[in-house]
């Protein structure tokens, strides 16, 4: 009779998650809904390019919302915003974004 493989199950303990990125979760309370949109996106590890295309707005904007969501989070760069993103979007703690991602295009003058 074959040997049965034991399942494997992934399962994140409170335990495991830094105090830092519990603190920033609680502090996406005081974002915009833009920033909220700029901080979903981050989290799905996309450019600022790319994030300006999906919010129809600059990257210059983009830039703005990413170093207000950073300082409104206390986190010390856009890599924790990005992990702060993701983990929310991985509990399902936050929604999805303001607008769809656009068909990325190409226009020739």
Known sequence: MP???PELSFQVHATSIPAWLHAAVA???QLTPR???ALR???EGLSNAAIARA???SE???KL???EVVRRLELESRTQAA???FHMALNGTLGMPERSMPEKTSTRI
């Open 3 to 5: 040997e049965s493989t």
């Open 27 to 29: 502090r996406t309370a």
């Open 35 to 37: 920033q909220l949109s």
């Open 41 to 43: 996106y981050l989290g």
């Open 55 to 57: 919010l129809a707005c």
């Open 60 to 62: 210059r904007t983009v």
């Open 65 to 67: 919302h990413t170093t």
């Open 83 to 85: 992990l702060v993103g």
